[in-house]
Structures are given as C-alpha cells and as structure tokens.
C-alpha cells in the first residue's frame, strides 16, 4: 500500500473527520475560475454549513473569501491560539 492510500485509509477511519459534498455547483464553477478548485470546495461548504471560521493559507484564497463574508485563519492563527491555552 503506498504511502497516500495509507494516510487516506487513516483519515477515513477518524469519527471526528466528516466528508461532505456542495451542493451549490454553480457558485462552485464561479469561484473555481479565481482560485483552486479545492479552496473553491472550502469556501462553497462554509457558506453552506454556515460555518464560523475557514482555514484559508493562500493569499488569492484569502481576498476570495474575505469578499464572501467568510471569517478566516491560517495555520499561524491557529497555532496562535493553540498557544494562548
């Protein structure tokens, strides 16, 4: 088994990962011409679970969903507030 199949089988087999499917295909295709199709999946998902925060590194993905009312970090804000506990 490779490497990757072996990581996807282990995320697959944690309670607390939940894979979930968008169901707005069209603000999907539109937001896929001005960043990654998986930063476009992201953004559509939180604005469909109304979620409070996304987790959003790359700066084209960040304006992107800044203009959509998404509240966002990056790994550092995390660790950040890791490290405040």
Do not use: H, P, Y
């Not at 937001?31 to 469909?48: N, Y």
């Not at 969903?65 to 405040?84: F, P, R, S």
């Amino acid at each position: 088994m490779a490497f990757l199949d072996f990581q996807e089988e282990k995320l697959k087999s944690e309670k607390w990962i939940v894979a979930e499917k968008i169901s707005n295909q069209v603000l999907l295709d539109e937001l896929s011409t001005r960043v990654d199709l998986g930063e476009a999946e992201a953004m559509v998902l939180a604005i469909e679970l109304q979620a409070d925060l996304l987790l959003i590194d790359e700066q084209a993905g960040r304006k992107v969903a800044e203009e959509l009312g998404l509240t966002i970090t990056g790994v550092l804000g995390i660790l950040l507030v890791q490290d405040k506990k």
